[in-house]
């Protein structure tokens, strides 16, 4: 056999030795099928406006309107189907945190790794914005660079990078330092390989387990202050409706009784973090040398 | 507080759309926004330094006192708060680490993970919902009645002000109990396979003393470290649970500052916030070397 796929054979029976992981990552590929094809599979187009009609806004779930059409979830304050906008909103939801995510893995595995190789004062300036930037929480880095920068799709995935950056940086630096002393390194620097060529094909490789864990909780952890952000109005424009901006259009007739327009895009929020985050979790069970 | 200073156009935002331009021209010279940005900064800096944090635009009143104005608030539900997360995490993490195959500590660990996935804005709808909107049992916004013990102003030492304490610390603890449980769960695991626990059953000292005094002595110092920097990270996270349930705090007080941009509150808000973390970091520091002497041993030493 293939020693790629007998690896990844091994790799799945390890995973699947817990139930809930594997039904949470079913629950994510299902998420993320929605995600993508979302104008496949929503019953209605919630923003086009042809479709929408404001004679039906905030009714009930289970309701119909009067041509026939079945709201599941009910309908939003502008007559939209809840179930098309939960599914267009987890596109703009999943989109932001997985990219935010990808590009902060990037740039802090570049940080960390290049912080272990050259060691001296590059790392010790490099770990030292890391421990700065840590010791606050993330919100509160998130909202001062959207004060200062003001809102806006690319500022929320910049600020949502600037805030996870800092934990791959740490993750893949404290990984390359117990590579750095592996033979493997050695020899590479024997055959006069280039330091990037070190660095970024034999250490890298190497650390992604760590990565890839922290990878998943930091996505999750991303999606969901991406909710909060826009919840307050601070993060994604009206333009671009995320989760958490439905959750926050629906507060406003919350008082009112109407509770389903804020509670269904909660909930697709919640099951989307918390699969992840469950995922997440045994994969650094797997990965903790400790634990076995 | 570069960037803050040249995001959007506050004049904008400040004067009714229908003044006309020799209006205009009076507010942007009455905010000092007509100097040229470098002379703004070095303005910014010498009053600083004499703690003039500049007036906000909105209020007319100076930053640095309207911030602190609303710290009480803030302060008094992120520290019910607090007390309200230990309360619970502790026993559950301690139970869950004591028995960690039991069912009741799976159920434990599995509700920990999801109150780690809950966004906290909408928990606090959800309990907005339940409990202010369908059973009126708790208010949903505001302070409620602030009484005076000790000459100390609060609403905790009020039955009405604790009634419109309690939804939003809840709120704001959710997320802290779930990392505080966790905690007290893996100190307990680790603890529970020393020797001296060993020793202190061998002894045949009871279950319960071992429990509340062994354990929990020595689990204490893990999680008062976390929980210090902790404290920090709740006061950041009232900005959102103070924005839900209308509470009078500095955390809304930012978020209606960044809308508006009132520029001289943020930025004395964020220097306030990060002296207040320094500050922080400090105490955790020396708590620490209270509660761990061999902290204080090696620090001798050197």
Redesign the interface.
């Known amino acids: 056999m293939n020693p790629k796929v007998k690896k990844i054979k091994e790799f799945w029976k390890d995973f699947s030795s817990n139930k809930?992981a594997v039904v949470s990552l079913i629950v994510f590929m299902l998420i993320l099928f929605v995600a993508v094809f979302a104008p496949l599979v929503s019953p209605t187009d919630p923003y086009d406006l042809n479709t929408v009609s404001i004679m039906n806004s905030r009714l009930a779930p289970f309701s119909e309107d009067f041509s026939g059409n079945y709201f599941l979830l009910g309908t939003d304050g502008a007559g939209r189907d809840m179930v098309s906008a939960i599914f267009y909103g987890l596109r703009v939801s999943l989109g932001v945190g997985v990219l935010s995510g990808i590009f902060a893995l990037i740039i802090g595995s570049f940080f960390g790794i290049s912080a272990a190789f050259f060691g001296g004062k590059y790392e010790s300036v490099v770990m030292r914005i890391v421990d700065i930037q840590l010791?606050?929480?993330s919100?509160?880095v998130a909202?001062?660079i959207?004060?200062?920068?003001?809102k806006g799709v690319e500022k929320t995935i910049i600020a949502l990078i600037l805030v996870q950056w800092a934990y791959y940086a740490r993750t893949a630096r404290s990984s390359a330092l117990v590579e750095l002393n592996k033979e493997y390194v050695d020899a590479a620097r024997c055959l006069a390989f280039s330091n990037t060529r070190i660095m970024f094909k034999h250490i890298l490789p190497n650390c992604m387990a760590p990565l890839i864990v922290v990878g998943t909780l930091q996505t999750?952890h991303a999606i969901?202050l991406e909710?909060?952000l826009s919840?307050?109005?601070?993060g994604l424009p009206i333009t671009e409706p995320s989760l958490?901006l439905l959750?926050g259009n629906?507060?406003e007739y919350?008082?009112s009784?109407d509770?389903w327009i804020?509670?269904f895009p909660?909930v697709a929020?919640?099951i989307t973090?918390?699969s992840i985050?469950?995922v997440g979790?045994h994969l650094r069970d797997m990965f903790n040398p400790r634990l076995h | 507080m570069g960037g803050v200073n040249l995001v959007g156009d506050p004049v904008e935002m400040l004067i009714n759309p229908e003044a006309d331009q020799a209006e205009v021209e009076r507010v942007i010279r009455e905010l000092g926004l007509d100097r040229p940005v470098t002379e703004q900064y070095w303005y910014f800096l010498v009053n600083a330094f004499k703690g003039d944090l500049g007036d906000s635009f909105i209020f007319g009143e100076p930053a640095l006192k309207l911030i602190i104005q609303r710290m009480p608030a803030t302060l008094e539900l992120a520290l019910f708060s607090l007390f309200i997360s230990l309360v619970i995490a502790i026993p559950l993490g301690i139970f869950a680490g004591y028995k960690p195959e039991s069912k009741t500590s799976k159920i434990i660990m599995g509700g920990s993970i999801l109150g780690f996935s809950m966004p906290t804005f909408w928990v606090g709808i959800i309990f907005i919902m339940i409990f202010a909107v369908h059973l009126g049992w708790l208010p949903s916004t505001g302070r409620g009645e602030i009484g005076t013990f000790l000459g100390i102003n609060s609403s905790l030492f009020t039955l009405n002000g604790l009634s419109h304490v309690f939804l939003p610390a809840l709120n704001l603890a959710l997320f802290k109990i779930s990392s505080v449980i966790r905690l007290t769960r893996a100190g307990t695991r680790e603890i529970i396979l020393q020797d001296y626990i060993t020793f202190a059953r061998s002894k045949g000292l009871s279950e319960k003393r071992i429990v509340l005094v062994h354990i929990l002595k020595n689990i204490l110092i893990p999680i008062v470290t976390v929980v210090g920097l902790e404290f920090g990270s709740l006061i950041a996270f009232s900005t959102v649970t103070e924005t839900v349930f209308a509470w009078p705090g500095m955390g809304k007080l930012i978020i209606d500052s960044i809308y508006n941009l009132d520029r001289p509150v943020i930025v004395a808000y964020l220097m306030i916030i990060v002296t207040f973390f320094v500050f922080l970091n400090l105490i955790v520091d020396i708590l620490y070397t209270f509660l761990d002497p061999r902290v204080r041993i090696k620090g001798d030493s050197q």
């Open positions: 809930v010791s606050f929480p919100i509160l909202l001062i959207l004060a200062a920068f003001g999750a969901s909710a909060t919840f307050l109005g601070l958490g959750i629906g507060f919350m008082y009784g509770y804020s509670i909660g929020l919640l973090v918390a985050n469950l979790d």
